[in-house]
């Protein structure tokens, strides 16, 4: 999955999933603890968007919001963060019509693999619609 392995011959997806509730100290904790090189994936719901409407990451990581981010960020309940030593050929944002659901399909000798990121509201189910 990586062009740049260095010395590292897992080449298993490995996948961190974590709500983090829109706070800025558990997104930069999870962060700073989170192993760039143990991690392909991590699909965060609820993460904390700034006053210009931008999660926060580091240089490890390639954000992907939902396709409608920029129009109401603040309704952005769900982001994926793509490690950087994954190719940028290897991989595709899949767009969804919800600030609830993202996706990325990753493409390589394995086949293809679809990552979606789904945050269910308690008060109903109509993010998993976008699916279908």
Partial sequence: MSD????????RLKIWQQ????????????????KAKEYSITALQEPHIDFLGRTRANPHWTVIYPKQHLEKPNDTRSI???NRNINLNNWTEIPFTT???TGVQLHGE?????VINIYNDCQHNE??????
């Fill in 110 to 114: 394995f086949g293809t693999i679809c």
């Fill in 4 to 11: 740049t392995n260095e010395g590292n011959t897992d080449r």
């Fill in 127 to 132: 993010s998993l619609g976008a699916v279908k």
């Fill in 99 to 101: 600030p609830d659901v």
């Fill in 80 to 82: 994926i963060l793509i």
């Fill in 19 to 34: 709500n983090l509730n829109r706070s800025l100290e558990g997104q930069l904790d999870l962060l700073q603890s989170m």
